[in-house]
């Protein structure tokens, strides 16, 4: 198995960090409020390779350039920086050649997260 289970991306505003986050990769979110925390769950399936994770909204949580990259896997990284930056995100580094590992790219989303993304072509 893979050892990366979980992730968590800090927000400031969750429904501004949700909406965004549906309209960069076509996907539907699911908010709940877990105590002190609003978080905002991105679809998973049990049993299927890939982490879970989840928008946070908390005390302790503050978004940040610095720290722990989290990479999402997309079949398009120039389609998926004009969605980026078409919904209030910006690209920090455009798609790069990693040679036999594929290609990526650098972005930061509307509360200030560096976030990247991962494809084969």
Do not use: C, Q
């Amino acid at each position: 198995t893979n050892p990366v289970a979980w992730f968590e991306i800090p927000v400031k505003n969750d429904a501004r960090a949700r909406k965004f986050y549906e309209k960069v990769f076509g996907l539907e979110l699911t908010p709940e409020e877990m105590g002190p925390y609003k978080m905002t769950f991105f679809p998973w399936t049990e049993n299927a390779p890939g982490a879970a994770g989840t928008l946070i909204k908390g005390e302790t949580y503050e978004p940040s350039h610095g720290g722990t990259l989290v990479y999402f896997s997309v079949d398009d990284i120039e389609e998926t920086l004009r969605k980026v930056n078409a919904n209030g995100g910006k690209t920090l580094l455009p798609k790069k050649d990693i040679g036999e590992y594929g290609f990526i790219a650098h972005f930061e989303d509307t509360e200030g997260n560096r976030v990247a993304l991962h494809s084969m072509k």
